[in-house]
């Protein structure tokens, strides 16, 4: 069983802030999460295949292709900071590195 203060820590771990009455009832809500997922460690679950979803599906995409936009100069105007022919874009590498 989960108490209050279980709820107060994970509450802070999350960044959040709940009031009293929200720790209440978030204390009764976890409580009974955990005791469904203590029911669901007694099934028998040897012979079952591990599974992502409980449905089959697949996605429906279409292939990429290269292609030359032949409206670069509109592109380059329409972007937020246009630098000659490049698009500005923030600093992702580490530049401090020596090599």
């Known amino acids: 069983m989960i108490d209050r203060a279980t709820v107060q820590k994970i509450a ?3 960044r959040l802030e709940i009031t ?3 720790e209440e009832r978030f204390t009764g809500q976890l409580s009974g999460i955990l005791d469904y997922f203590e029911q669901l460690s007694e099934l028998d679950t040897e012979n079952v295949p591990p ?3 409980a449905i089959e599906i697949s996605n429906i995409t279409r292939a990429d292709r290269a292609r030359v936009y ?5 592109l380059l105007r ?3 900071e246009p630098e000659g022919d490049y698009f500005r874009v923030p600093r ?3 530049t401090d590195e020596e090599g």
Do not use: G
């Not at 032949?70 to 509109?74: D, L, P, V, Y």
């Open 12 to 14: 802070h771990l999350a």
């Open 20 to 22: 009293p009455q929200e």
């Open 51 to 53: 599974t992502t979803r």
């Open 70 to 74: 032949s409206e670069r100069e509109e």
């Open 78 to 80: 329409e972007s937020p």
């Open 92 to 94: 992702i590498l580490n």
